[in-house]
């Protein structure tokens, strides 16, 4: 019972573990990433979350974006669209690198987990990173033009459709990948990171076995809603197409009896005691990371926090 | 009876045919390209020759190496290779949006020959270049340590391998691209590019009904073995391998009787009365392409040789 799993979707994701990792050693954290957002285009297989999270961790991520890598540049893609080709999804020249060797290897037969590690060993990260499952499940969303591939509604389409409600194909099917239910089993703490619950961390609980493995241990989610927004992305937009008030209280109410404890932030100090009395254990701090120093200190709350959690808990 | 077509491999052939655009008119110009050399490689169709000429002829070619993109980067490669991907095949950045643009217009089933005419026109190229074929015929290489598949031969065991012969695979049901034998039938005169006669002009002229439509009309090929050597690539280590001395001569034994006029180096000004004796028209002159002006005025002189052989043999 001594290990951290954290459940990660893209860049929101990435920034809590990055701090994660700083405040814990690679024996101690596993993170476990979301894949419902990996889809085949050119040809090549593209994971943008497992992608965030590992450049993120070996120091490579672009920091002004949040995603793609530092220093990047973008000929294949602007030779690319002097033919006419598909320009919509934003492939730079390094990151095409990592899509290319990964897209051989797959072909060859290797599964998606293997091919991560041999990739952080790379990258020099010593973390230890999942891909929920080796099989995929490709998100698709339901909305008032139809039902769309994730990525032709959330980066061609810009998220401009009207959602209502989403789907991960053939996720009944799927296995968690190897070391994800182990990490789980030996979690001493599951931290939910500030991503989509929608989109990023809905696959991962989705895929059976998951969500039961989580719902046994000591959990803390990092909610993504400040103040009524999320601060990336369409989580907010979803809450509210579907229905909901975006807040902090309605992540909370998504995720449920799965957690034990939630970290909200400073200007969502008015939900707490709505929360305390639903039953949750609650930290209000500043949430949001603008820099790395933010994401240290964020881990670092989220951590000792968690840590009283699991020994009231426990005691 | 109005087209001049030139058969053309890569580098050699790509020059020739750049200089051929500066003497005609696109309307007169068809290029015929050698695709015995394409290949899959990290899921991505590659066609070597056909790129070159395209590349030349769109003022694109990297000047020094002859083949591959002006201004090229190579951050992809360096980043595949970072993650133990195979680098021998160097894909510059620029190179990789014409792989990944045309191997994404092939697995949706359009035709090569289609995809090349609207790059060529992306490009700006105005003159007609055509794929052999629309169907596969990969070189493979008979040596010494077993069959190779042609890049495997050619850059990554840099043609170290001894050849003892070659193989176009399913040569035999291929058919010529649409444009090929309508541009054969209506040729004032075809010009045989100095490229390897083995592997370059080889496999264009084995496809079912090629040969036949090119042996009826007035050609002049051009000597890609001067002085003994190959200007680039293993030529002339092919025929050594073969039991062939390579010069000039032996390039004309081999096209043999499809030969009207051959033009060969002053260095190979010796071989000139062999070459006539055995009923060839000889042109002479300085046929190695350093810049762009000799490009030109070689060209200009395998047209007005070329004029003077079709005129005697239609007088």
Chains 1, 2 share one sequence.
Not at 108 to 130: H, M
Request: charged content about 20%.
């Amino acid at each position: 019972m001594d290990k951290i799993v954290a459940l990660a979707g893209g860049v929101g994701g990435a920034k809590l573990v990055h701090g994660l990792s700083q405040c814990l050693t690679p024996e101690q954290l596993v993170t476990i990433v979301n894949i419902g957002d990996d889809f085949n285009h050119l040809g090549l297989r593209i994971c943008p979350d497992l992608d965030t999270v590992c450049y993120t961790l070996a120091g490579k991520a672009n920091l002004a974006t949040g995603w793609g890598r530092a220093g990047e540049t973008w000929n294949a893609l602007e030779s690319l669209g002097e033919i006419g080709g598909p320009t919509w999804f934003r492939l730079g020249d390094l990151d095409l690198g990592t899509h290319l060797e990964r897209t051989r290897r797959l072909r060859s037969g290797e599964p998606l987990s293997k091919i991560t590690k041999d990739f952080c060993c790379s990258w020099e990260v010593e973390f230890t990173v999942l891909p929920a499952s080796d099989d995929n499940v490709p998100t698709w969303v339901y909305t008032e033009e139809g039902e769309l591939p994730f990525q032709e509604y959330f980066v061609h389409r810009q998220c401009l459709p009207k959602v209502s409600g989403f789907r991960f194909a053939d996720v009944e099917a799927a296995k968690p990948a190897p070391g994800v239910l182990e990490a789980l089993g030996d979690a001493r703490l599951v931290i939910i990171c500030p991503s989509n619950p929608w989109v990023s961390i809905g696959p991962i609980l989705e895929i059976p076995g998951i969500q039961e493995a989580v719902a046994c241990r000591t959990v803390i989610a990092v909610s993504p809603i400040i103040g009524g927004e999320a601060v990336k992305g369409p989580a907010a937009k979803m809450y509210k197409e579907l229905g909901i008030q975006p807040s902090a209280q309605a992540v909370a109410q998504q995720y449920g009896s799965l957690l034990t404890g939630y970290v909200i932030d400073l200007v969502d100090k008015g939900q707490e005691e709505a929360l305390r009395h639903a039953g949750l254990e609650v930290l209000t701090v500043d949430t949001l990371m603008k820099t790395n120093a933010d994401r240290h200190r964020l881990a670092k709350q989220v951590l000792d926090f968690g840590e009283q959690v699991f020994d009231r808990k426990n005691k």
